[in-house]
C-alpha cells in the first residue's frame, strides 16, 4: 500500500514540474531561462551521443509541455557513490531528478551534470551506452516514465 501513495507523489512532482512551470505569468515566463532536455540516442557508429532539446511552452510561455508518457512509471533511488557501468537505457524513458545530484558520462567523454529538474530522454537502446553516477553526499531520486509508442 505505501508503494502506491510513493508512486502518486510521484506523479504529482511530475505533475508540477511539467505544469505548474508554464503557469507563470508571461512576464516572469519571458525572463526565465529556457528548460532544457538531454536526449542520449545511439548514433550511426554505434555509440551514445546527446543533444539538448529546448522545452517549448509556446509563444507567451503559458502553454503545457506534452510528454509521449506511457504506463509503468517508476520511482528510483540511488545511495551516493553509486556507479551504472556501461549499460543502454532498459526501454525509452524520459528520467526526471527529484532530488541529488548524479552525471551522464558519454564515451568521448562528455559529462552531462544532472540535478533536481534535470529531464533526460534515453533513447540509446543499443551499442555501448552510457555511465551514470551518482555524485556528492546525498541519495538521487529520480522518476522513471517510458515513453509510448503512439
Given at each position: 500500500?505505501?508503494?502506491?501513495?510513493v508512486?502518486?507523489?510521484?506523479?504529482?512532482?511530475?505533475?508540477?514540474?511539467?505544469?505548474?512551470?508554464?503557469?507563470?505569468s508571461?512576464?516572469?515566463?519571458?525572463k526565465?531561462?529556457?528548460?532544457?532536455?538531454?536526449?542520449?540516442?545511439?548514433?550511426?557508429?554505434?555509440?551514445?551521443?546527446?543533444?539538448?532539446?529546448?522545452?517549448?511552452?509556446g509563444?507567451?510561455g503559458?502553454?503545457?509541455?506534452?510528454?509521449?508518457?506511457?504506463?509503468?512509471?517508476?520511482?528510483?533511488?540511488?545511495?551516493?557513490?553509486?556507479?551504472?557501468?556501461?549499460?543502454?537505457?532498459p526501454?525509452?524513458?524520459?528520467?526526471?531528478?527529484?532530488?541529488?545530484?548524479?552525471?551522464?558520462?558519454?564515451?568521448?567523454?562528455?559529462?552531462?551534470?544532472?540535478?533536481?529538474?534535470?529531464?533526460?530522454?534515453?533513447?540509446?537502446?543499443?551499442?555501448k551506452g552510457h555511465?551514470t553516477?551518482?555524485?556528492?553526499?546525498e541519495?538521487?531520486?529520480?522518476?522513471?516514465?517510458p515513453?509510448?509508442?503512439?
Amino acid at each position: 500500500m505505501q508503494a502506491k501513495w510513493v508512486w502518486i507523489a510521484g506523479v504529482a512532482a511530475l505533475g508540477a514540474s511539467v505544469y505548474v512551470y508554464p503557469a507563470l505569468s508571461a512576464q516572469n515566463a519571458a525572463k526565465s531561462s529556457p528548460v532544457k532536455m538531454h536526449r542520449l540516442y545511439t548514433g550511426p557508429d554505434g555509440q551514445t551521443h546527446a543533444e539538448e532539446i529546448m522545452v517549448d511552452f509556446g509563444p507567451n510561455g503559458l502553454q503545457g509541455f506534452k510528454l509521449k508518457a506511457g504506463a509503468g512509471a517508476e520511482i528510483r533511488r540511488a545511495p551516493p557513490g553509486r556507479v551504472a557501468d556501461w549499460h543502454v537505457a532498459p526501454r525509452r524513458q524520459y528520467v526526471i531528478t527529484l532530488s541529488g545530484r548524479g552525471e551522464v558520462e558519454l564515451i568521448d567523454g562528455t559529462k552531462i551534470e544532472l540535478g533536481p529538474g534535470s529531464i533526460d530522454l534515453a533513447e540509446d537502446l543499443t551499442g555501448k551506452g552510457h555511465i551514470t553516477r551518482v555524485v556528492g553526499n546525498e541519495e538521487r531520486i529520480t522518476l522513471a516514465i517510458p515513453v509510448s509508442d503512439k
